[in-house]
């Protein structure tokens, strides 16, 4: 029983085409996280939203965004696909009431990019 | 702000055999800490934490970690592991504050089963 699910787990796309990855919830978590996570190196936070708040990273470039139309939904939104940016894109939800800090994570959205 | 130091990148072990995974962090206010795991071409499952209480925690498929506050260490531990154990660890510290945190992680570990 899928918690948080990412799609596509796969994406192909060519330099520059934008792309959109899609991540849900069945949590009623309020947080949701966007990490990015590139080959044997630890995920990296793009941004977060805490309800609509949206909080973006400071290092976070420009090409990346993020919308979260209601509680279930969180898509990430990669404007103009460089090379640099072939990773697998992770989502996350967390409860901020009675907090335990315990993130729970999707599978994943593995980007290459041509 | 917080930061965790994994001191092995990569950790090479025999089956049955006992392994520790180093976890270390920095801290200055208290924190609650994670172990992760990550299989290939998958997302991070939570092995275990420590919130409070005993410094002894144990978590899923056999691994325990103990907390050392004067240490500020969180190693893990599996007395005996499997060819299924194969994967990355990322060992994870969150602050003690109110609202949305942000999860800090180590630079992971890889662990290598050999029969």
């Known amino acids: 029983d899928a918690m948080v699910i990412q799609n596509p787990r796969y994406q192909v796309t060519q330099f520059g085409k934008p792309v959109t990855l899609s991540c849900s919830q069945t949590l009623n978590h309020n947080v949701m996280y966007w990490y990015q996570q590139k080959s044997s190196q630890a995920p990296k936070l793009l941004f977060h939203y805490y309800d609509k708040d949206f909080n973006n990273e400071a290092d976070t470039p420009d090409n990346f965004q993020s919308r979260r139309p209601n509680t279930s939904f969180c898509f990430l939104d990669i404007r103009s696909p460089g090379l640099g940016d072939a990773a697998m894109y992770l989502c996350?939800?967390?409860?901020?009431?009675?907090?335990?800090?315990?993130?729970?994570f999707g599978e994943g959205s593995r980007l290459t990019v041509l | 702000a917080q930061s965790v130091t994994q001191l092995d990148s990569q950790v090479p072990v025999f089956e049955e055999a006992p392994v520790e995974l180093r976890c270390n962090y920095s801290?200055?206010?208290?924190?609650?800490l994670f172990w992760y795991v990550q299989y290939p071409n998958q997302g991070l499952q939570l092995l275990l934490k420590y919130l409070s209480g005993s410094t002894l925690v144990k978590g899923i498929n056999g691994f325990e970690a103990e907390f050392n506050k004067s240490q500020t260490s969180f190693h893990l531990r599996k007395p005996s592991v499997h060819i299924s154990d194969t994967a990355e660890y990322f060992c994870a510290v969150i602050p003690l504050r109110a609202g949305a945190q942000k999860l800090v992680f180590g630079q992971g570990t890889r662990l290598t089963i050999n029969p």
């Open positions: 996350a939800t967390s409860r901020v009431s009675g907090n335990t800090g315990e993130l729970f």
């Open positions: 801290s200055s206010v208290s924190v609650y």
